[in-house]
């Protein structure tokens, strides 16, 4: 009875194409879903405020607080200055200090390609000492995308010797007196395993919570309490005890106080509570997704009242595993013929 090859390439392609899929998924990453692209008709003049979301060459991509981007085109002529206090002026930066996560302001004019030329760029420096520390940490994210398509290869390779194998047993199958039926056994056993191979390999990007909770804060504070120390003890535990974890932080306010305030506010609060996991538990810095701050989006009580201000001042700590290190193997059994 012929072997059904053509179903074994076939799952062995799917995977191979999930794989694909998913090591693009990694380096695509950002914190704030996008609702679309602007386009600025040439010498209209226009000031935008946002967070740098990419950075190339001679351009950078910037997303406001409607989730709208914009490309920024920098020319010689660009002035990138920190905003200055009372009676000085700010310190001029280089172009290559405009980094991904870097609150900022631009003030310029559209140009031909539907592109903002940058006349002016001022930020804070204190936004400026975030954007570093970010930076610092979405270098361990994008070694993890160069380790997924290393993967990638590795299962290609696994592949065609595995197809090499399935072949021998299609022929042995097919000469064998009598063996037909073991044989056939044995490649369904294979074709099993593969597909729980490749099922298991598609889950390597894939994480699942494990646990969640949120430590909060004073009016104005980012101190952390003894309460929270507590409840960012038992984390830190389960996730030492983890294989394939990390955890993703995020900081939020109430709406007392501006705007600005309180995403400043927010990540301050997020920036303690990975300081104090560092620290004091010693979770490597690679285990941590960048953290941010949301400010006073995204509640969970209504601000209208003291109870529901007190639960939105929080800081979120989920811990996540690694679905594809946590599956079992799959394991290939055989069968002897009558």
């Known amino acids: 009875m012929p072997i059904p090859k053509f179903k074994m390439f076939s799952s062995l392609t799917l ?29 209209q003049k226009i000031k935008i405020k946002g967070v740098v979301t990419r950075r190339d060459s001679d351009t950078f991509i910037v997303r406001d607080a409607n989730g709208v981007d914009t490309t920024v085109r920098l020319d010689d002529r660009t002035s990138v200055k920190a905003n200055g206090g ?53 270098a361990p994210l994008e070694e993890r995308a160069s380790s997924t398509e290393t993967k990638l290869s590795q299962v290609e390779q696994n592949a065609q010797r595995l197809s090499g194998q399935m072949d021998e047993l299609a022929a042995v199958a097919n000469t064998a007196k009598g063996g037909a039926k073991a044989a056939q056994e044995t490649a369904d056993s294979a074709v099993a395993g593969v597909n729980a191979t490749n099922d298991r390999i598609s889950a390597l990007d894939d994480y699942e919570p494990q646990a969640v909770l949120a430590v909060n804060f004073k009016v104005g504070s980012a101190v952390l309490s003894a309460d929270s120390k507590a409840k960012l003890d038992q984390v830190a535990t389960k996730a030492l005890n983890a294989k394939g974890y990390v955890l993703e932080v995020s900081g939020f306010t109430d709406t007392t106080g501006s705007v600005d305030r309180n995403r400043a506010l927010s990540q301050r609060r997020a920036d303690n509570v990975i300081r104090y996991l560092v620290e004091n538990h010693n979770i490597p810095l690679r285990r941590i997704v960048t953290p ?29 595993v690694n679905k594809g290190l946590i599956q079992q193997a799959p394991t290939m059994t055989t069968s002897s013929g009558e």
């Open 15 to 43: 995977a191979i194409s999930l794989l694909a899929f998913s090591a693009i998924a990694v380096v695509a990453q950002t914190t704030t879903a996008t609702v679309g692209a602007r386009t600025v008709v040439s010498g």
């Open 292 to 320: 941010y701050g949301y400010g006073e989006s995204h509640p969970v009580a209504e601000n209208t009242s003291r109870t529901g201000r007190a639960q939105n001042r929080r800081v979120e700590v989920k811990l996540l």
């Open 86 to 138: 009372f009676l000085r002026s700010g310190s001029n930066y280089a172009q290559t200090q405009i980094l991904r996560g870097l609150n900022l302001e631009v003030d310029g004019r559209g140009n031909a390609a539907g592109e903002v030329l940058a006349e002016k760029i001022r930020f804070n420096e204190s936004d400026l000492r975030v954007a570093r520390a970010v930076e610092s940490r979405a």
